[in-house]
């Protein structure tokens, strides 16, 4: 069996390599914040599997934020992402600037 | 003290106005959630003072935050919620090794955008629907159509017109097996008269 | 509880956390692999929701033997219940910014009938929402 537990450390380690690799090569912001759901998927993974390991359940409460405030990051990203997309758009079809408004219903 | 005393009736109309909005069914389940969190269904000495505190921390919740009711309601029919759930499952595995495959066999992978129009006209299927429909891997919803009720799916992996309606088809068996499960006899009717209508037009 | 009873339930629990750790090397691999944005985020959504359950799965029947409080298997409950939440949330929110600013590979797509529904609202309205960077 130790040998299974072995397999999933090196696994996860696997993964959490490639998508740090994934993080840095970009191309774009999205994709950085979807590798860092990913490497948060990973995290999760191996605090469960420390968990189960030394049948400790006092790391659970750790799971449990995660998995509440993980999804945060990336709507963030996302929401600035829209509005600066936005902004360019208008900044495009209006060559004068106009004052920025507080506005347009951002994605 | 410093109020002006006019107000006072005002306010108190607010209020109860806000606490008119309070929804007791969802209300119990975040004290569900609440108990969960503090351990309190291990019965001890505070358990019962910590469901009072979660059942007073839900109706603050919703009185300071006030959401629009839950629409049309629902009805929930055990045998079918049930069948639901194997469903969801048997589709989340199948469809993880079928991504698997395809990250790891080489070449292109293609991918789709169909529209997929809802035959429910309930609010709360159609989030039901997208939140499976983005769990389950291999379809992520890009885009709600609003008035008309049209979901905008991105599907990995199909290659061709036959996967496109082969996507948009387990689409409308998912909504059905939600439909079914959650459903009220309204949007059951619904979505019958669209399967028969279908059935004969194709 | 019996040491056999035991010992299976701790092999299945290995099982179940060792096809969780796949399915986030799956993904990590995949977002190496894929070519644009909307395709990785099929991976990404697997160890985040079916993984996550299995490893869940396993610490409970890990703790099964060690205490039957209640505790952990509600906390497990409801990590479940926030990520089977959350998750679809925000991807949600991704995909459509990423369609938006054309983060997807258009060769890649055998269909695509959200297009135009934006072409002609676009039209309608007189702005361009979509797509700028090309």
């Given at each position: 069996m130790n040998v299974l537990w072995i397999a999933i450390a090196v696994l996860l380690g696997a993964a959490a390599l490639l998508s740090m690799a994934r993080m840095l090569m970009g191309p774009s912001i999205l994709d950085r914040a979807l590798s860092l759901d990913v490497l948060v998927a990973s995290a999760l993974t191996g605090i469960g599997a420390y968990a189960a390991l030394n049948r400790d359940p006092t790391v659970l409460p750790v799971l449990l934020v995660l998995s509440l405030v993980g999804f945060v990051g990336s709507i963030s990203v996302s929401k600035f992402v829209a509005r600066r997309h936005e902004d360019a758009l208008r900044e495009r079809d209006e060559p004068v600037p106009a004052p920025n408004t507080e506005g347009g219903d951002a994605a | 003290m410093t109020r002006p005393p006019a107000t006072r009736p005002e306010r108190v109309q607010a209020l109860r106005r806000r606490l008119g909005k309070v929804q007791i069914p969802i209300a119990l389940g975040m004290t569900v959630v609440w108990m969960l969190l503090f351990d309190g269904f291990r019965l001890r000495e505070e358990s019962l003072g910590l469901l009072v505190l979660g059942f007073g921390v839900s109706v603050l919740i919703m009185v300071v935050f006030p959401l629009p009711p839950v629409s049309e309601g629902f009805r929930?029919?055990?045998?079918?919620?049930?069948?639901?759930?194997?469903?969801?499952?048997?589709q989340m595995v199948q469809s993880s090794f079928q991504v698997t495959w395809q990250t790891f066999t080489p070449g292109p992978v293609l991918s789709s955008v169909i529209a997929v129009r809802m035959r429910t006209d309930s609010e709360l299927m159609l989030v039901c629907t997208s939140i499976a429909l983005s769990v389950i891997p291999g379809s992520v919803v890009v885009e709600v159509g609003q008035p008309e009720h049209?979901?905008?799916?991105?599907?990995?992996?199909?290659?061709?017109?036959?996967?496109?309606?082969?996507?948009?088809?387990?689409?409308?068996?998912?909504e059905e097996r939600i439909v079914r499960a959650l459903g009220t006899r309204v949007d059951i009717a619904k979505l019958e008269a669209a399967e028969t209508v279908g059935?004969?037009?194709a | 509880m019996s040491d056999a009873l035991t010992a299976v339930l701790d092999w299945v629990a290995v099982l179940c956390l060792l096809a969780g750790a796949m399915l986030s090397f799956v993904a990590s691999v995949g977002l190496?692999?894929?070519?644009?944005?909307?395709?990785?985020?099929?991976?990404?959504?697997?160890?985040?929701?079916?993984?996550?359950?299995?490893?869940?799965?396993?610490?409970?029947?890990?703790l099964l033997p060690e205490e039957t409080g209640i505790f952990t298997v509600g906390t497990l409950a409801v990590v479940g219940l926030f990520q089977v939440i959350t998750v679809p949330v925000a991807a949600h929110i991704a995909a459509r910014v990423g369609y938006r600013t054309g983060r997807i590979d258009e060769d890649l797509l055998v269909a695509d009938e959200l297009f135009d529904r934006l072409e002609s609202e676009d039209r309608a309205t007189g702005t361009r929402r979509y797509r700028a960077s090309e």
């Open positions: - | 929930f029919h055990p045998w079918q919620f049930l069948r639901l759930l194997v469903y969801f499952f048997v049209v979901l905008y799916i991105h599907h990995l992996g199909t290659r061709d017109e036959a996967g496109t309606e082969r996507a948009r088809r387990d689409t409308w068996r998912l059935t004969e037009s | 190496i692999r894929f070519p644009d944005l909307l395709s990785r985020m099929h991976t990404a959504a697997k160890p985040q929701v079916l993984g996550l359950l299995l490893v869940l799965v396993g610490i409970g029947l890990r």
